[in-house]
């Protein structure tokens, strides 16, 4: 299929799916078809869009299961403007397990409840499993057999990442302390030196 064809038929496609679609996903959808592009042509066409959408309000962006057409994080202020509802306000208990569980998966509620110092309320996990941000993956071998509880690919997506080597790292952490003194990190190591 021609390039130039293929290019808005993904454009519409990615405007209309809510979720991330990947190269192979792109590929299904045209089975069948007599002028049916190969995966190279639709690579190719979507390294066309991103550079396409480079200088515009929107980007294709690539995260863990695909790639999606979003509006750029610079137009934040005024798109959302658009909508009454104020997005989702998380606890700080909640967002440190999500931190703890992406830093140090595979982790049990016991593990997370030691670092942490309190105990995870049922309520933190329940609603961390209900965003797909976190899934059993299993069961550690000691006794008790507790849940060992890991990210998701909706993790990755949500916050924009390929992969969990996109996490800022501890360093990077700790330089948003000065800037945010409210939110302190210790790490143990560093503390004891």
Same mark, same amino acid.
């Given at each position: 299929? #021609?390039?130039?064809?293929?290019?808005? =038929? +993904? /454009?519409? +496609?990615?405007?209309a799916s809510d979720k991330p679609l990947s190269v192979n996903q792109l590929f299904e959808l045209f089975v069948g078809d007599i002028d049916q592009p190969s995966k190279d042509e =639709?690579? *190719?066409?979507? /390294? #066309? +869009?991103? !550079?396409?959408?480079?200088? $515009? $309000?929107?980007e294709l962006k690539q995260v863990a299961s695909g790639f999606r057409l979003q509006v750029k994080a610079d137009y934040e202020t005024w798109v959302t403007r658009l909508w009454e509802q104020k997005p989702p306000r998380y606890s700080r208990a909640l967002m440190e397990t999500l931190a703890l569980i992406a830093y140090r998966?595979?982790?049990?509620?016991?593990?997370?409840?030691? =670092?942490?110092?309190?105990?995870?309320?049922?309520?933190i996990v329940r609603t961390l499993e209900e965003r797909d941000w976190v899934k059993? +993956? $299993?069961?550690? !071998?000691?006794?008790g057999r507790p849940t060992l509880y890991g990210t998701t690919r909706e993790f990755l997506d949500y916050f924009n990442l390929k992969s969990l080597n996109e996490l800022p790292t501890l360093?990077?952490?700790?330089?948003? #302390?000065?800037?945010?003194?409210?939110?302190?990190? /210790?790490? *143990?190591e560093v503390a004891a030196n």
């Open positions: 299929m #021609d390039i130039d064809k293929l290019k808005p =038929i +993904l /454009e519409a +496609l990615f405007a =639709i690579r *190719k066409a979507i /390294e #066309d +869009l991103t !550079e396409k959408y480079q200088h $515009g $309000g929107f998966q595979p982790i049990t509620r016991g593990e997370i409840e030691d =670092i942490r110092g309190v105990s995870v309320s049922t309520n059993s +993956l $299993g069961h550690k !071998e000691v006794p360093a990077e952490i700790r330089d948003l #302390d000065q800037f945010n003194p409210e939110f302190t990190f /210790e790490d *143990k």
